[in-house]
């Protein structure tokens, strides 16, 4: 059970997150720590050799100004001594057949081993040796330099002092090696805590979406600005939006069952008087088909309507994207309810500024443009005035649409894109309720907007902003 529980653990981001936070944080700790101790022996060494060096020319010089007798002499002068008043160097001088003719070994020193100073008076340089002393493990460092008359001359120093400061190295590094790995892994374990907080909150909340339903659930966002909380808040918008999207079809889904109801029962009552009818009277009969008929196709308007509705809001319309002269669709769409407006008084002006060009759908935006037009012709009493504008506004088409109608009572104005909303003014007129949902969501899907202003009793103003995507 233990071992499926690791394996799982083993799984996760959080598991591997530790795992190479702490691997790559003790290894990279290793690395320092073994650089630094062989950068620390290779500098002791180079001193070791440096000091080496010196003492060995200042051999030679007393060789070239007196030969060995001079060089004998100063072998008795010792130059370097540690803080016990101790030698610090070994030096022997030798013939041709390495035999030894004279030597000085400081006598806390150990004896090194003279066979392994052999063989170097054939040598025509200086060479570097690590000779090996007799009963102790440190080694002597010595410099072989070859004199004239077949001398050689040899210098060396025993690595006691380097030896023992590198072996006290190596044991505070063990030391610390167990504090190293505890840390490593504290770290690991403190900041994948911290990073994956933000994922946490999002799995948890997600669970209870899934398991409650709970759609009004929000992921706790952080204050920082890094990626994850920016996961977090996007989520968040996400979930808004979802809900939004939720709570207007199921508003939809409720009005539309409530607006078809009406229809749908008209057709049945229809039906049945016609199939309940004694009397066979062909025209009757006609009479009933042509009101179930008006009847089918107002409700095939309203769903057709409502489904444009929903493929513009998801940005799933289809647009017929090409270049449409404003001024000329506008005056298309006000011949066309010019007839409607002389019926009623109404007059209907227009103000365009020719030549005005924008990319968009030819006949969508007729259609936005004709629902503004006939709403405004609907709810303006007779002998009143609806004006049509267009007009060029940075990159933008601006079309106006201004009347004076009944107006729009403040309250009401941000309802009235809702699907199937009717104002209190406007239950007494014919229709869906869906014809400015359908031009906010045209001119949505054209990266527009439409707003308006209103004075109840002074009329309406709807300003349709449509970008020119050219």
């Not at 530790?18 to 630094?36: E, G, K, M, Q, V």
């Not at 010196?54 to 060089?71: H, N």
């Not at 010019?338 to 990319?359: F, G, H, M, P």
Request: net charge negative; aromatic share 8%; proline share 3%.
């Amino acid at each position: 059970m233990f071992s499926r529980s690791f394996d799982s653990a083993r799984k996760t981001i959080g598991f591997k997150l530790i795992f190479w936070y702490s691997a790559i944080f003790i290894a990279s700790s290793l690395i320092l720590f073994f650089f630094t101790y062989f950068s620390l022996r290779f500098s002791i060494r180079q001193n070791d050799h440096k000091l080496i060096q010196s003492e060995m020319e200042d051999y030679i010089a007393d060789f070239q100004l007196g030969g060995i007798s001079r060089l004998e002499r100063a072998l008795g002068e010792i130059r370097f001594k540690d803080s016990t008043g101790a030698d610090l160097f070994f030096v022997r001088l030798a013939n041709s057949r390495d035999a030894t003719l004279f030597q000085s070994i400081p006598q806390q020193w150990p004896a090194p081993d003279l066979s392994q100073l052999e063989n170097n008076a054939e040598k025509k340089e200086a060479t570097w040796s690590d000779i090996p002393s007799h009963g102790v493990k440190n080694t002597y460092e010595v410099l072989s330099k070859p004199l004239s008359g077949n001398l050689i001359l040899q210098v060396g120093s025993l690595t006691v002092n380097a030896e023992e400061l590198m072996e006290h190295f190596r044991a505070v590094l063990m030391q610390i090696m167990i504090p190293i790995f505890l840390i490593g892994f504290a770290g690991g374990l403190f900041l994948t805590f911290r990073t994956l907080r933000p994922i946490r909150y999002l799995v948890n909340t997600t669970r209870l979406i899934i398991d409650t339903g709970e759609i009004s659930a929000r992921v706790p966002a952080g204050g920082s600005n890094d990626e994850l909380n920016e996961l977090s808040r996007l989520f968040n918008t996400m979930l808004e939006r979802i809900e939004n999207l939720v709570k207007g079809m199921k508003e939809g889904l409720d009005n539309v069952a409530h607006d078809l109801r009406t229809p749908m029962t008209r057709l049945r009552g229809s039906a049945e008087m016609a199939l309940r009818s004694e009397e066979k009277n062909p025209e009757n009969l006609k009479s009933v088909l042509a009101d179930c008929i008006e009847e089918s196709d107002r409700v095939l308007m309203m769903l057709n309507t409502i489904m444009d509705i929903s493929e513009a809001e998801t940005g799933t319309m289809r647009l017929s994207l090409q270049n449409v002269d404003i001024s000329i669709l506008i005056e298309e769409v006000a011949d066309l309810y010019s007839y409607v407006a002389e019926e009623k008084n109404i007059s209907v002006r227009t103000s365009l500024q020719k030549d005005l060009q924008c990319v968009a759908d030819r006949n969508r935006l007729q259609q936005a443009i004709a629902n503004l037009l006939d709403n405004a012709i609907k709810y303006t009493p007779a002998g009143g005035e609806v004006e049509i504008q267009s007009s060029q506004e940075g990159t933008n088409a601006i079309i106006l649409v201004k009347d004076t109608g009944v107006g729009i009572h403040p309250q009401e104005q941000p309802k009235i894109w809702d699907r199937l909303y009717r104002g209190d003014k406007s239950r007494s007129q014919r229709g869906l309720g869906l014809g400015l949902s359908l031009v906010k969501a045209i001119v949505l899907a054209h990266k527009g907007h439409v707003d308006v202003s209103s004075v109840p009793g002074a009329g309406s103003i709807f300003t349709t902003h449509i970008p020119n995507r050219q």
